[in-house]
């Protein structure tokens, strides 16, 4: 079993930081891209960036120049350093996965969410 497990989120001040990790752990041979979604109340979720095994990054546009999206292969970790943060990045933050296992098989995981919420 491949499970992600996602922590980092909380309350933080209109322009402060946050910093978002997420972890894969169980069977795996390999990670291809990896990302994150955000969802606020009453919205559909939305991708927000991704990485690549090989460190290509892509982002939405709104959150351009002030997110960043890094990997660490090693310890098959992802991570979301979000600065400049608005009240509009308010969201409940999942990450997401493309694991290959043992038997070459690829699926896509998600974590369980972490709160995000920017307020004064």
């Known amino acids: 079993q491949v499970q992600l497990v996602e922590s980092g989120g909380g309350l933080v001040r209109p322009g402060g930081p946050l910093r978002l990790s997420c972890a894969a752990s169980?069977?795996?041979?390999?990670?291809?891209?990896m990302g994150w979604y955000r969802q606020a109340p009453g919205k559909d979720r939305e991708w927000v960036a991704s990485?690549?095994?090989?460190?290509?990054?892509n982002y939405k546009d709104p959150v351009k120049g002030r997110f960043t999206i890094s990997r660490d292969n090693a310890k098959n970790t992802v991570y979301l350093q979000m600065n400049s943060l608005k009240p509009e990045d308010t969201a409940v933050y999942y990450c997401?996965?493309?694991?290959?296992?043992?038997?070459?098989?690829?699926?896509?995981?998600w974590g369980q969410g972490t709160q995000v919420t920017v307020s004064s």
């Open positions: 997401n996965a493309f694991i290959k296992d043992s038997f070459s098989t690829v699926r896509r995981y």
């Open positions: 169980g069977s795996i041979f390999s990670i291809n891209d």
């Open positions: 990485i690549t095994s090989g460190g290509s990054t």
